[in-house]
């Protein structure tokens, strides 16, 4: 999967570069607003704190000892004791604890209800999801859709079942395997979710949190020169590293994108493309945790009087992520045929035949 598009040496360099420690957890606190948590072999769940002084300087402390740092609301109260619990260190992890949360009402009924239905359109996602992949796969193994699907009483009669017997057989594997696998390759791009040309299929957080940088990366580029010279260059350093961040990650999608389009390899060698496809999605997701944060602090700074907008930019300047460059000489990775697109339009057809999702 990882040959399928153009920016394989940035891809590289990336999966060699050291894992990003933690997770951000989304405090209240203005103070803890850069706050990570994570499980350090030596000292166990530790508090990173970043710009805690408004100062760029990062601190460490026991988890246990971050309420001793910061006055910290009911809110964020509550999520420091049960990230500490579960021992959450990954952003799958923190955003677990905080669904938990929010769905017993400890954080205000408004977020609880937020979280109801958020919960049901992930679980209805879910199940679009599947029926997609499903369809795809159909389609990949040559089943007539059209046919199959010109009466939706058909789905499951004996030529829906015929056709999922034909396409495991083509797969190499049981009928039953075959649900299970499409099931599991569901849950697994819930944070990716899928998309089609027309947004027939719902997008998960991932993909549109790389959007969302992308959008940020235009409208700092689109900004006119700010008042403040010494400016220019902090908010040149921030454009060019969430726009390497937006199209690595968009290299990344668009391969994970890969192994759906090509679904009937990814179903039949599911036992080693699952891992594979999992570690990528949970390093994407470490790769951007931060950029939301990243994001307001930098509009916040650009808003603000311009004595403090000038420091806070250097401030945030010092705390971008790494995201590493193409090698010299190498084509530009943003350009070419995009897997993504590909498959949008594959997946339009296969969901033209669907009832609205």
């Avoid at 420091?80 to 905080?98: D, L, M, S």
Wanted: net charge neutral; hydrophobic share 45%; proline share 6%.
């Amino acid at each position: 999967m990882w040959g399928a598009d153009t920016g394989t040496s940035i891809i590289r360099k990336w999966l060699g570069q050291r894992r990003p420690r933690g997770a951000v957890v989304p405090f209240e606190a203005p103070a803890l607003r850069m706050a990570r948590v994570c499980d350090d072999e030596r000292d166990g769940m530790i508090a990173i704190l970043r710009d805690f002084a408004n100062n760029g300087s990062s601190y460490i402390v026991p988890w246990s000892s971050l309420p001793l740092m910061a006055p910290m609301t009911d809110h964020d109260k509550a999520l420091h004791t049960a990230v500490g619990e579960v021992k959450a260190a990954t952003p799958a992890q923190v955003r677990a604890v905080v669904h938990d949360l929010a769905l017993s009402g400890a954080l205000g009924q408004e977020a609880a209800a937020r979280e109801t239905r958020r919960a049901s359109a992930e679980c209805s996602a879910i199940a679009d999801v599947e029926l997609v992949l499903i369809l795809h796969l159909l389609d990949s193994c040559g089943t007539d859709l059209a046919m199959l699907m010109i009466n939706g009483a058909r789905w499951r009669d004996a030529d829906a079942k015929s056709a999922i017997a034909a396409a495991a057989a083509k797969v190499g594997v049981r009928r039953q395997e075959l649900h299970r696998r499409i099931a599991e390759f569901a849950r697994l791009l819930v944070p990716l979710g899928l998309v089609a040309a027309g947004g027939t299929v719902r997008a998960g957080w991932l993909r549109a949190l790389q959007n969302e940088i992308e959008c940020f990366s235009q409208s700092i580029a689109d900004l006119p020169p700010p008042p403040w010279s010494d400016a220019s260059d902090y908010l040149t350093t921030i454009l060019a590293t969430s726009r390497r961040t937006a199209v690595l990650s968009g290299l990344v999608i668009n391969m994970l994108d890969y192994a759906v389009l090509d679904i009937a390899g990814t179903i039949g060698n599911w036992g080693q493309e699952r891992p594979v496809l999992g570690g990528a999605i949970e390093r994407l997701s470490l790769m951007l945790d931060e950029w939301p944060a990243l994001m307001k602090s930098v509009r916040d700074a650009l808003r603000g009087p311009a004595d403090d907008g000038a420091k806070q930019l250097r401030i945030l300047c010092s705390m971008l992520p790494r995201v590493p460059e193409p090698e010299p000489g190498t084509a530009d990775p943003s350009g070419g045929t995009s897997v993504s697109a590909a498959l949008a339009a594959r997946l339009s057809t296969v969901c033209s035949m669907l009832p609205a999702l």
